[in-house]
């Protein structure tokens, strides 16, 4: 790759230095005594912690998982369920599921090491453009601290959900992009669109991470053609799309619906606007009161003052920070526009605040008098963002527990009481453990609370909850596994349509329908 222009505090960033990837960064380090020894010890620390979080304490929204689990069976989203997320998430799980096993176990396995990923590209690149020894791996391992120690990062970035390849598609968009503007073409810029667009095929929650990134691309060009560069990087950015666009060609309506319609007109459904309203600003001063947001912010903030200063930072280094700081601006904007928004959302914003506020501690600490030894002062400011996953983490307590192991006993008590045709009524998740198909229409719970006309509902693959309220009551299903405090069951008389039933984990198991049922 050319030379990257770089522009930084005084004597501690080097003026010019080369994008690097992990095997160079490595070899680097070894001139500069532990050089990046302890930072890739750091991000190795941190690698174990998510992959040991994957297996204990992290939570999965089960229709994610039973989607995948589906399109490895081969059912196509849309067209033979409903599903109201881009559908390359699914591909790429449903992939590794079949290289790996269908197990909860190998998918967070997957989903912490994507993590993993993003905050070494994040650590590596702080970390590449610092010049003095003392502050080059304390750079480093502040950025991987302050990613990898985000509560947000380690509850979203541990579970099958879009956020983790969200995450490393688009730091590895951000890396590219940066190195394209010193490319004369080639392939640089298709690949940072590539990168981009998977991140926004992923889910469109980061779609505002592509036109942002080619705007800057093209704005701070410095060889080649601006309009060829952009092109290029369009056609990349258009790549992740085609598993959309093949499934809108067989059933556009279907599909238009579920990625489009469902958010547009059928998120809030049965909330008011006011309500809508408070639950928002509730979102959003939840995430700007916490501890880590607001160390990641004032951070950032200071990074961002010094970047500001002409005299010790030349315009194309000031430039190259400069993106981050306008995907932290677009992503924010837009994670506030969905309705209902929802905190973890804002964990898209994690690499690039990461980034800015490790800009912030280098600068104040290689002001803070005479430091001998960086540590001095980066530990304090880490220590704080560790305070504050603490008290994140107690907050949010009753969702960090051995959730799979209630699934993996509900589903195997289900199966054992379930004929190899029967119907069953349950969660998404015991579903994908119990490997069982659900019926018809039961494979996304979202997709109950839709109030449409009959005929789309049908085509939808759609079973309104009046309809499953029906089948319940009828006793369709052969075996029933609801919550204990749901109303259903007494409302419905359950217990009269059912010749066995347990109370098992928190949950009501019926089986065994009677006479009147059958």
Not at 85 to 109: C, D, K, T
Not at 125 to 144: C, E, K, L, M, N
Not at 364 to 385: C, D, E, H, N, Y
Not at 449 to 461: F, G, K, N, T, W
Request: with cysteine; proline share 5%.
């Amino acid at each position: 790759m050319d030379a990257v222009k770089g522009a930084v505090i005084g004597p501690y960033w080097e003026s010019r230095v080369k994008p690097v990837g992990v095997k160079t960064a490595i070899e680097r380090c070894g001139h500069s005594g532990s050089g990046p020894v302890a930072l890739w010890t750091v991000i190795g620390i941190l690698t174990a912690g998510l992959l040991s979080f994957g297996q204990v304490g992290a939570f999965s929204e089960g229709f994610h998982l039973l989607a995948a689990q589906l399109v490895k069976a081969g059912k196509r989203p849309y067209i033979d369920f409903f599903y109201q997320h881009s559908p390359l998430f699914l591909y790429v799980y449903a992939g590794w599921m079949r290289l790996f096993g269908e197990s909860w176990r190998s998918v967070n396995v997957l989903s912490a090491a994507l993590s993993a990923a993003a905050i070494a590209l994040v650590a590596e690149f702080v970390y590449g453009r610092v010049r003095d020894p003392r502050w080059r791996q304390a750079s480093g391992i502040t950025a991987a601290l302050l990613m990898g120690l985000n509560f947000l990062v380690i509850q979203w970035g541990t579970m099958v959900h879009p956020f983790p390849l969200c995450l490393l598609f688009s730091v590895a968009g951000f890396r590219l992009v940066i190195a394209s503007v010193h490319q004369n073409g080639g392939a640089q810029p298709m690949a940072a669109g590539l990168c981009a667009g998977a991140a926004a095929a992923v889910s469109l929650l980061a779609a505002p991470v592509v036109p942002i990134s080619m705007l800057w691309m093209a704005w701070y060009n410095e060889t080649g053609k601006r309009l060829k560069k952009a092109a290029q990087f369009l056609g990349g950015a258009a790549v992740p799309f085609l598993p959309l666009l093949w499934l809108a060609v067989q059933a556009p309506r279907r599909v238009f619906f579920d990625v489009v319609g469902y958010h547009l007109f059928h998120r809030s459904a049965g909330d008011t606007r006011l309500n809508i309203f408070w639950h928002d600003l509730r979102v959003l001063i939840a995430w700007l009161g916490s501890t880590q947001t607001l160390v990641l912010v004032l951070l950032a903030a200071v990074g961002l003052l010094f970047l500001t200063d002409r005299r010790e930072w030349d315009a194309g280094r000031r430039a190259e920070f400069s993106l981050s700081f306008w995907l932290i601006v677009g992503l924010g904007i837009f994670l506030t526009t969905p309705h209902p928004t929802f905190l973890q959302y804002f964990v898209l914003l994690g690499p690039f605040l990461s980034i800015l506020a490790s800009v912030g501690v280098c600068a104040i600490g290689s002001r803070v008098g005479t430091l001998r030894q960086p540590a001095w002062f980066v530990v304090p400011v880490v220590g704080l963002f560790a305070m504050g996953l603490v008290t994140s983490a107690y907050q949010e307590r009753r969702y960090l527990h051995s959730y799979w192991g209630q699934i993996e006993a509900l589903a195997q008590e289900v199966d054992r009481v379930t004929p190899s045709d029967g119907l069953i009524f349950a969660q998404e998740a015991v579903y994908f453990v119990a490997r069982r198909v659900p019926p018809p229409g039961l494979e996304n719970s979202y997709a109950g609370d839709l109030q449409l006309p009959p005929v789309l509902a049908a085509s939808l693959h759609v079973v309104p909850q009046q309809e499953i309220d029906e089948w319940l009551a009828s006793g369709r299903l052969a075996t029933v596994l609801i919550a204990a405090d749901d109303p259903r069951v007494e409302l419905l008389g359950l217990r009269r349509l059912y010749r066995q039933e347990k109370m098992f984990e928190g949950n009501y198991l019926f089986w065994g329908q009677t006479s009147r049922s059958e």
